[in-house]
């Protein structure tokens, strides 16, 4: 079993910055691929970002692009997602996910995930 909490999330306005942490407990961290995932009202879950267990490999949606960076901390156990220059529709509960680093389907697949955070609420005002 691996329980992840997910926190760092908010209220903030356009164009600012929140960091977003996810510290993972119950096994070894390095051996478990990481992603973040975000579901908006209304609409379905979202892939964010991934990152691979050394941290070498990245992965983002094209949204985030250029404004959004995934890292992770192996001796601290945490994922971070460091948001930039947030818009309006980057309003979510983001989701803290990870899967076994053997897996070799896509990183952007939510059901390759089998660990979940309960999330975090960040929200944009424009």
């Known amino acids: 079993q691996v329980q992840l909490v997910e926190s760092g999330g908010g209220l903030v306005q356009a164009g600012g910055s929140l960091r977003l942490s996810c510290e993972a407990s119950g096994r070894t961290f390095s051996n478990y691929y990481m992603a973040w995932f975000r579901q908006a009202p209304g609409k379905e879950r979202e892939f964010v970002a991934a990152?691979?267990?050394?941290?070498?490999?990245?992965g983002y949606v094209d949204s985030v692009k250029g404004r959004f960076t995934i890292s992770r901390d192996n001796a601290k156990n945490t994922v971070y997602l460091q948001m930039n220059s947030l818009k309006p529709e980057d309003t979510a509960v983001y989701y803290c996910?990870?899967?076994?680093?053997?897996?070799?389907?896509?990183?952007?697949?939510?059901?390759?995930?089998?660990?979940w955070g309960q999330g975090t609420q960040v929200t944009v005002s424009s």
């Open positions: 990152i691979s267990w050394s941290g070498g490999n990245t």
């Open positions: 996910a990870s899967r076994p680093r053997s897996s070799s389907l896509s990183y952007a697949l939510d059901y390759t995930y089998n660990y």
